[in-house]
């Protein structure tokens, strides 16, 4: 986390990189350890802190939009089953 606050956490093509993702058991200090890394950042970019659910559901509803504004018709398979293409 020190190199991402840095801005020396790189990615293998050398680019920087643009967040961190923390895993774990549950009661090990993962919200904790990222509170605390937000509240301490002196980087002056926006930024954004997300519990693992509140992304997940932000996916989900952005997902959901993307397919639902999408055409699409009915078409038969090999075995003649309905399916929605899109």
Do not use: W
Request: with cysteine; aromatic share 6%.
């Amino acid at each position: 986390l020190q190199q991402l606050q840095d801005g020396a956490l790189c990615l293998e093509n050398g680019g920087a990189a643009r967040g961190v993702y923390i895993h774990g058991p549950v009661g090990g200090g993962k919200s904790m350890l990222m509170d605390l890394f937000h509240e301490t950042s002196s980087d002056a970019r926006p930024k954004h802190r997300m519990h693992f659910h509140e992304l997940m559901v932000d996916v989900h509803q952005r997902l959901h939009a993307v397919h639902t504004s999408r055409p699409r018709s009915v078409v038969l398979t090999e075995q003649g089953l309905p399916i929605f293409r899109f």
